[in-house]
């Protein structure tokens, strides 16, 4: 799960991380009334008018804007609320629709007093799966620009990987203060930044936390200007608090409604629908697809119940997507026998109606011929398969 960057910064907040303060506004006169707050707390008139999605790179598109004085304070407010943003990371890129944006930041000015004094570093918190540890990536190179300095320099970009079950350790935090060139009290700070950031992530169970920029100010503290936060949606029954920032505006509607009805379902580009009990065999008729000649056009788990209703659920589902060309039933009968699994089938099929795309049906498990007799002496548009083999081969088929 994702989170605004003013959540994010909240989040921050609570372990003791400096961040840049702001208030949040839906509508240009509530932007006035947070640009006088935020500009008489800080007492000079400069501020930042920030959209929030979930998307970064929000100033190469527009979303960002540093202002002066409460006129162009409510230019800039009246130009990003309810603008379509387009960034590098929005769907579709520079190219696409773009994210409605419903809510901005007016954020502080974080480089004052001193701009000339102020440095820009970059520091993220990820899980590395093949190192099976936490890795703290980080970069002199902070800014808007940091995927290219990735690119075009990246030994600029150190990591430093974390073993989980030792934590953070203080020798590890001081490499990287010292990588990144610092010393004296700013060293010191950098240190205890990095200590809070690494609590924070691994306390809240989130999969990414990224600080871009994080501010070395002319006091030589450390500020988070930016921060984007991943939660891992599996443990977030540990965080009632977190679950209740979730935003379902910024997810894809398909997959919020299949969430709501039980169903696992991700959205893809290809052209054979799935349907599938469990996550491994899920994957496993992905692979199945992607060698018959095909495309998947979604990862979707019905789980372990998958009666009538269910089936029909994710029909509907899986039938927005108008780039599907077929449909691939891959369901093993342990928990629920494969009887009960193609007569769902058959019922839903026959609820729905216009179902014009064939379907392949793959059961196996326990009544697993059963199944296969009901679906053959069905009259509907539906092949049954028993091997994997033979539910390739007739996707294959299909798609000519």
């Known amino acids: 799960m994702n989170l605004h960057e003013y959540q994010g910064k909240e989040l921050l907040k609570n372990f003791g991380i400096a961040v840049q303060e702001g208030i949040t506004a839906e509508n240009v006169e509530d932007a006035m009334a947070a640009y006088k707050a935020v500009t008489d707390r800080t007492g000079n008139e400069f501020a930042v008018i920030k959209a929030q999605i979930h998307a970064g790179g929000r100033g190469k598109g527009g979303g960002v804007k540093v202002v002066k004085g409460a006129e162009k304070a409510r230019e800039a407010a009246n130009d990003i609320i309810g603008m379509m943003l387009k960034t590098p990371q929005t769907p579709g890129g520079m190219e696409g629709p773009g994210k409605l944006v419903s809510t901005i930041l007016v954020a502080e000015d974080a480089y004052v007093p001193d701009f000339d004094s102020c440095k820009e570093y970059y520091m993220s918190i990820l899980t590395d799966r093949g190192s099976k540890c936490n890795v703290i990536v980080y970069s002199t190179e902070g800014g808007?620009?940091?995927?290219?300095?990735?690119?075009?320099?990246?030994?600029?970009?150190?990591?430093?990987?974390?073993?989980?079950?030792?934590?953070?350790?203080?020798?590890?935090?001081?490499?990287?203060?010292?990588?990144?060139?610092?010393?004296?009290?700013?060293?010191?700070?950098?240190?205890?930044?990095?200590?809070?950031?690494?609590?924070?992530?691994?306390?809240?169970?989130?999969?990414?936390?990224?600080?871009?920029?994080?501010?070395?100010?002319?006091?030589?503290?450390?500020?988070?200007?930016?921060?984007?936060?991943?939660?891992?949606?599996?443990?977030?029954?540990?965080?009632?608090?977190?679950?209740?920032?979730?935003?379902?505006?910024?997810?894809?509607?398909?997959?919020?409604?299949?969430?709501?009805?039980?169903?696992?379902?991700?959205?893809?580009?290809?052209?054979?629908?799935?349907?599938?009990?469990?996550?491994?065999?899920?994957?496993?008729?992905?692979?199945?697809?992607?060698?018959?000649?095909?495309?998947?056009?979604?990862?979707?788990?019905?789980?372990?119940?998958?009666?009538?209703?269910?089936?029909?659920?994710?029909?509907?589902?899986?039938?927005?997507?108008?780039?599907?060309?077929?449909?691939?039933?891959?369901?093993?009968?342990?928990?629920?026998?494969?009887?009960?699994?193609?007569?769902?089938?058959?019922?839903?099929?026959k609820n729905m109606g216009n179902i014009n795309v064939p379907i392949i049906v793959r059961l196996q498990g326990t009544n697993a011929d059963i199944a296969k007799k009901m679906i053959d002496e069905s009259g509907l548009n539906v092949q049954s398969a028993t091997l994997l083999k033979d539910a390739a081969a007739a996707v294959q088929k299909v798609l000519g």
């Open 144 to 349: 808007m620009d940091i995927e290219a300095v990735a690119e075009e320099t990246p030994h600029l970009v150190h990591r430093e990987f974390i073993d989980p079950m030792l934590g953070l350790q203080g020798f590890e935090a001081r490499k990287i203060a010292f990588n990144l060139g610092l010393s004296g009290k700013a060293f010191k700070e950098c240190t205890k930044f990095v200590a809070k950031l690494y609590k924070a992530y691994v306390s809240s169970d989130a999969s990414l936390f990224e600080i871009n920029p994080l501010l070395h100010t002319g006091n030589d503290d450390f500020v988070a200007v930016d921060c984007k936060v991943s939660l891992d949606d599996n443990a977030l029954y540990r965080h009632k608090d977190l679950l209740e920032m979730r935003d379902t505006r910024e997810e894809d509607p398909t997959e919020v409604e299949a969430a709501a009805v039980g169903l696992n379902y991700v959205q893809l580009d290809g052209n054979v629908g799935c349907m599938v009990n469990g996550a491994g065999l899920a994957m496993a008729t992905m692979d199945i697809i992607k060698l018959s000649g095909g495309d998947p056009a979604n990862f979707l788990d019905v789980g372990g119940t998958a009666d009538a209703a269910r089936v029909e659920q994710a029909f509907r589902i899986i039938l927005r997507d108008d780039k599907v060309k077929a449909i691939l039933i891959n369901i093993f009968g342990g928990i629920v026998r494969c009887d009960r699994v193609a007569q769902g089938v058959i019922d839903a099929y």
